[in-house]
């Protein structure tokens, strides 16, 4: 049966790889009920929710398919299994999202950033020479900037 299966010309004349997809995570308000991924619980209308792409063997028979998953933002930002992005802008929608949703997905996702207004006004707490590590990663965070890599990409960061 497999053999048959894998020789087949008109199965595998039927997989198909829909490329429209990001590939990146993406936050959307809940405009029906469904599942959350994580929790299997309701995800209500309207509710924010965070989708990742996945792909797999869908109901179709012989049909490979990418699909999103979707979850509540608070089992999203819980999951140890999911790769967060570490900026906003590695959150597809963040930017098209309301205001309100906005503080609601950062407060989630990146606690220690402050707001849009408050981050032109931030001052280093010490020289960024004497800063650690640990200390320059949240003086990033806060910014909204990429905080990985050695501790002088860290500062050349900090300084742009
Ligand atoms: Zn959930």
Not at 5 to 28: A, E, G, H, L
Not at 79 to 91: A, F, N, R
Request: hydrophobic share 30%.
């Amino acid at each position: 049966m497999l053999f048959f299966f894998v020789t087949s010309p008109t199965k595998s004349t039927t997989v198909s790889y829909p490329r429209n997809i990001p590939t990146m995570p993406f936050v959307q308000v809940s405009s029906e009920d469904q599942n959350c991924d994580q929790c299997s619980k309701s995800i209500t209308k309207n509710e924010i929710m965070i989708g990742v792409a996945r792909s797999g063997w869908g109901d179709t028979w012989g049909q490979w398919e990418n699909y999103k998953a979707w979850s509540h933002l608070k089992c999203y930002a819980a999951s140890k299994s999911v790769k967060k992005p570490m900026t906003t802008d590695g959150l597809y929608g963040y930017y098209w999202s309301s205001k309100k949703d906005k503080l609601k997905v950062m407060n989630e996702l990146w606690p220690n950033q402050v707001s849009d207004s408050e981050k032109p006004k931030l001052i280093l707490p010490k020289n960024i020479n004497d800063m650690t590590c640990k200390e320059l990663k949240l003086e990033l965070q806060k910014r909204d900037l990429r905080y990985s890599g050695k501790k002088q990409d860290q500062r050349d960061t900090l300084k742009n």
